[in-house]
């Protein structure tokens, strides 16, 4: 499976990099660096080259990589717009992906909530998050960028008497301008484990 992302993933940059765009920086939201691109994706640092596709100087070939390159794929010169955030289930054709995207994006979270939000200032500063708009509802919540035009609402229900802790996940209003539905699935379920990584590595 390894070969197979390597493959996808070079084919993806040839067709990015081959009808390059003038304005592509513009488009990701990231900085012309080392010749290639450079911004935050899934809370690394991330370098977008022909060669390749670096997370912390790293070179990456796995199902991050595939997303980057998607995202880099669909890069459009839309602004991101947060509100009003949207649920999976509201997106266009998700229904055949949605109880997989709550198995994998919500319900893995669910056993670490306390820790999230014991540890939320550093969650959010590595996403270059903040707090969610006011209304959005939960016990807490905040937005996460794993991709600079992509935004996630995570919002957490603690447990209390009546009902075991819970957590929902919102994307921002017109996600689906800058990465197909099944790859926003994606890049959701990735960052929910970028977070679980994060706060299990950290005292």
């Known amino acids: 499976m390894g070969s197979n992302y390597k ?16 304005d592509l920086a513009l488009r990701l939201g990231a900085e012309k ?3 290639g691109f450079k911004f935050s994706a899934f809370g690394r640092s991330c370098l977008l ?8 100087g790293i070179v990456e070939e796995g199902p991050r990589a595939i997303l980057i390159s998607l995202y880099a794929m669909n890069a459009v010169s839309d602004q991101i717009r947060l509100e ?12 055949p992906y949605s109880g997989a995207f709550s198995a994998n994006s919500e319900m893995i979270l669910v056993p670490h909530v306390q820790q999230i ?20 509802g939960g016990d807490e919540s905040f937005v996460l960028y794993p991709l600079p035009k992509i935004g996630l609402a995570y919002i957490f229900y603690l447990a209390d008497e009546e ?6 996940c919102l994307f921002s209003s017109n996600a689906l301008s800058f990465m ?3 790859g926003l699935a994606d890049v ?16």
């Open 180 to 182: 197909p539905l099944d």
């Open 7 to 22: 493959s996808i993933i070079c084919d993806n940059l040839a067709a990015i990099f081959d009808n390059e765009p003038p």
């Open 163 to 168: 009902f075991p802790a819970s957590v929902t």
């Open 33 to 35: 660096d080392e010749g």
């Open 84 to 95: 009003p955030f949207v649920a999976f289930k509201d997106l266009p054709n998700s229904m």
């Open 188 to 203: 959701a379920e990735y960052t929910s484990r970028s977070i679980i990584q994060l706060i299990s590595s950290t005292v």
């Open 49 to 56: 080259r022909r060669e390749g596709i670096f997370l912390d």
């Open 117 to 136: 939000l014991e540890k939320r200032y550093l969650v959010m500063e590595r996403f270059n998050g903040h707090n969610a708009p006011e209304g959005l």
